[in-house]
């Protein structure tokens, strides 16, 4: 039962989670919701608009990394971990519960809600308590006494609903005869002896924060081959979108991104060499935008 997480393992699962993709789906955002990024009324340049949107994906994302952390660190530890995507009425394989970690020992049948903060307002905390519930219910019906419940957020520094959670897991806990445990931080690995991996946890994450940039870079020309490599096999529709929606184009949001034209050629000659009228269609788009915003 070795620790068998280190500091190259940590940051190839963040960095996947968390940079992986995020050029295409920056496209896909800017495709599907473009009025998030244009309009008179946004007191922010294109480029810090992008910049915004990074940011706050990255924090999203760094969420998901989390989640596949302590997965990995369960699995060293010595538990068997469980599929989390469950579908409880089969005639309805459309409803699903999404339980972030499902492990067990053999004996005892472990769930964790988990949250990078907590943070949530009264309305968020209050779909909180009912997701676990839920949840909680669901793998009572299945394990019985054997179930325990754990409400987990990494972040320690934040314990805004602190109370109000203790007091609604007390009150699930009386009526379910389970137990449940509301866990911050440090804590989750000291339940499980494990407070030596939180502090190598702390120390791996400083290190990670100190090698990224201070703002990530929002011009894909800066390595257009690399762009082009990761954003070549977009759907074509979010092509099509982004090409005919002009505000995109005429407020400035493409050309923070296509800054000099150099992955908008890549892209020109590589939709113009196949031999479907949708990637020729979308080449002449490009070919357009390219003679209209970078021939001088």
């Known amino acids: ?70 997965s990995e660190f369960l699995r060293d530890w010595g538990f068997k971990v469980l599929p989390k995507i469950i579908i409880p009425d089969p005639s309805n394989p459309k409803k699903k519960l999404d339980i972030d970690q499902y492990f067990t020992d053999g004996e005892t049948y472990y769930f964790i809600e988990q949250k990078v903060r907590d943070d949530h307002d009264s309305t968020k905390k209050r779909g909180q308590i009912s997701n676990f519930e839920t949840k909680l219910e669901y793998l009572y019906r299945k394990h019985g006494q054997n179930l325990m419940g754990i409400m987990y957020f990494i972040d320690p520094d934040l314990v805004k609903n602190k109370n109000y959670y203790i007091e609604e897991l007390n009150k699930m806990e009386d009526t379910y005869g389970v137990e449940l445990h509301l866990l911050y931080g440090k804590d989750l690995f000291v339940f499980f002896d494990k407070l030596s991996i939180w502090n190598d946890l702390l120390s791996w994450l400083t290190q990670w924060k100190d090698s990224l940039p201070e ?59 196949k031999p479907e009228r949708a990637y020729r269609k979308l080449a002449e788009m490009i070919k357009q935008k390219m003679e209209e915003y970078y021939e001088n």
């Open 1 to 70: 039962m070795g620790e068998k997480m280190d500091y190259n393992t940590f940051c190839g699962i963040l960095n996947k989670h968390i940079f992986e993709g995020e050029k295409k789906e920056l496209l896909r955002k800017l495709a599907e919701r473009p009025e998030r990024f244009v309009g008179l009324f946004r007191p922010t340049k294109p480029g810090a608009k992008i910049l915004q949107h990074l940011l706050q994906s990255h924090e999203i994302r760094f969420g998901d990394a989390m989640e596949e952390l302590i």
């Open 215 to 273: 703002l990530p870079e929002i011009n894909f020309d800066i390595n257009s081959q690399n762009s082009f490599n990761e954003i070549k096999d977009l759907e074509i529709r979010f092509w099509r979108k982004i090409l005919e929606k002009e505000k995109l184009w005429e407020e400035g949001i493409m050309l923070a991104i296509f800054r000099n034209g150099a992955t908008l050629k890549m892209l020109f000659e590589f939709f113009s060499g």
